[in-house]
């Protein structure tokens, strides 16, 4: 099980959830933030400090996002486990999920 961030999170990247994180394992994409399942130790930080409500336990994601549970897990998919997003930064890719997206409206 692990938490995974939500279309609320394109475009935002507000990255409180990433200072929260104690084991670095929020990674930030072009356009959105990346929870790697493998690497999240399921504590719950990163959830309350998300201004935009995107981040969810992955039983509680609402229906309108199932998507993104598969679009965090496979974000990973080439990049495998680098333990530590802090050394990666911006990895400059976003999974096709998020990519294809118009620009969200940020406020």
Not at 25 to 35: F, T, V
Request: charged share 25%; hydrophobic share 35%.
């Amino acid at each position: 099980m692990t938490y995974i961030i939500a279309q609320p999170c394109v475009d935002v990247k507000d990255k409180a959830c990433i200072e929260e994180c104690p084991v670095d394992c929020i990674y930030e994409g072009e356009r959105s933030l990346y929870i790697h399942p493998d690497e999240c130790v399921d504590c719950g930080a990163c959830e309350p400090v998300c201004p935009v409500e995107a981040i969810y336990y992955e039983d509680d994601v609402p229906e309108q996002w199932a998507e993104y549970y598969k679009a965090n897990v496979e974000f990973f998919d080439e990049v495998g486990s680098p333990g530590g997003a802090a050394k990666l930064g911006n990895m400059g890719i976003d999974h096709p999920i998020v990519s294809v997206l118009p620009p969200q409206n940020q406020g």
